[in-house]
Nanobody, 117 residues
Framework: QVQLVESGGGLVQPGGSLRLSCAAS????????VGWYRQTPGKQRELVAA???????NYADSVKGRFTISRDNAKNMVYLQMTSLKPEDTAVYYC???????????WGQGTQVTVSS
């Protein structure tokens, strides 16, 4: 069974930084697209960043220039570096990966990010 575990969330002041980590129990990150979503109560789940198997990245307009997604396939790890954080970035952040051959999605349990003074 593929398991994903996010970590690194917490409380930060506006303008601060956090790095989120996502650890996989298998090598599923290799050759498959990986994304970070965020969810706020009362709002739709939003894809904020994605990294494809070839290394290309995509970002939501709301986080461009502030967030960076990266991965270390050898360690089965994916990261989301967040800088210049704003209160509107407050959400539960989820790591997800899609296994291409059967289009199965796997999700972590989420990690809370709160941006407040």
């Amino acid at each position: 069974q593929v398991q994903l575990v996010e970590s690194g969330g917490g409380l930060v002041q506006p303008g601060g930084s956090l790095r989120l980590s996502c650890a996989a129990s298998t090598s599923i990150f290799s050759g498959n697209p990986v994304g970070w979503y965020r969810q706020t109560p009362g709002k739709q789940r939003e894809l904020v960043a994605a990294i494809l198997s070839g290394g290309n990245t995509n970002y939501a307009d709301s986080v461009k220039g502030r967030f960076t997604i990266s991965r270390d396939n050898a360690k089965n790890m994916v990261y989301l570096q967040m800088t210049s954080l704003k209160p509107e970035d407050t959400a539960v952040y989820y790591c997800t990966v899609r296994r291409a051959w059967d289009r199965s999605d796997y999700w972590g349990q989420g990690t809370q990010v709160t941006v407040s003074s």
